[in-house]
């Protein structure tokens, strides 16, 4: 299970096609939180038949994959706050410190009781339980503590999330995203490193591939494009930073941004840079809410612009593409921070904070355009990056699942 964001659900779905692949007959239960119901729906139904709402539903042939609604809370937490902040941001101290971790803790009491009424009868315990993060899973493992329910944990960031701090010590598997570091290993045998699970989608594409990619949505093949996303629900600050950047930066490569669900509708004004003649694009400016095929996109692009979220990262790895990564400083346990350090130290990717970004945007174009002109420059930060892919990780993650059940 899994959800509160995207860069929870799609690792998930990556799992289950490999339990799927060594256990056809497997019955898996995903479960979510409601906002990401509808998401996990769809992308599980390419995968298999679903159950429907009730067990009763007459089977399929097939793999069978029912998906449920799950009650969570979020609890609101900001890093690196003094305690100024709280006054000065006072519309966020409001709005979410204070009204939403009351909504927080009520939302984790109801999804506490939910998951102890499904999990009470025996019969329809799960041999195993797999909790890709996010606080979605923190009432689930509890539960699931008290009846003993063996679980398998999955953490992508350089630091753990809270639900997975709480969760980690009863797990019977931890599986990592990042390497373990050897002194860890000893003191804790049951931790593993596996890699992020990607979809089999992202893979790293020829030269001639980019080019029809590039064709396929409308760009100029032999200009260099650039892809900005904030993920599925977007990034107000990567977005305004794009707004005031993109005159200049079209001047010497196209433009694909991904502003996300939550912002499109305030970037809307950007579509007048969106300019066809005849269903050709006369721009090389092309914005979406969100693209079905982010793999497509993002294997046309010579550079991304990404947050620093480690589901994303493992993507862009996968891909082999030159990133530059703009995490958000803000983030509980900084760890879009310390995803990105970790990489920059390596050489394979580059960095601007979004705090750096929103001060100056043009810090933001400008390595943007260094790395536009230096090819050697992202063909090696592609290939240190690339090295950071597992590509076995959906699958060793399947095995250790089934290994516990």
Known sequence: MGGGSGGHITPAVAVIREILELKPRAEVEFWTDFKYHKNVTKLTTEIGVSWGEERNVKRKKGPYIRVRRIMAGKFHRYAGWKFAD?????????????????????????????????????????????????????????????????????????VAGLANRVLMKKATKVAFGMPIPEELQEKHPNYVWTGIPVGPEFKSVSPTRQESLKKAFSFNATKPLVVITGGSQGSENLNEATRIILPELLKFASVGLVAGRKHYEDMIDLKQYENWEKASLESNFRMWEFNTTMDELMGAADVIVSRAGATTIAEMAALKKATILVPFER?????????????????????????????????????IRRLIKNPRLRADMADKLHDEARADAAKRLAEIILEVA
């Not at 499904?118 to 909790?131: C, T």
């Not at 990489?343 to 400008?366: C, H, K, Q, T, Y």
């Open 331 to 367: 983030l509980p346990g900084g760890h879009q921070v310390k995803n990105a350090e970790r990489l920059s130290d390596a050489g394979a990717a580059a960095v601007v904070l979004d705090s750096e970004m929103m001060r100056n945007p043009g810090n933001l174009l400008e390595e």
């Open 86 to 158: 709280y006054f000065t941001h006072f519309d966020i101290t409001l709005k979410d410190l204070i009204f939403g971790n009351i909504f927080g803790f009520f939302g984790f009491i109801g999804g506490l009781i939910s998951s102890f009424v499904r999990l009470l009868p025996k019969k329809y315990r799960p041999n195993v339980i797999f909790f890709k993060g996010g606080y979605v899973c923190l009432p689930v493992g509890i539960i699931a503590k008290l009846f003993k329910i063996p679980y398998v944990i999955h953490e992508s960031d350089v």
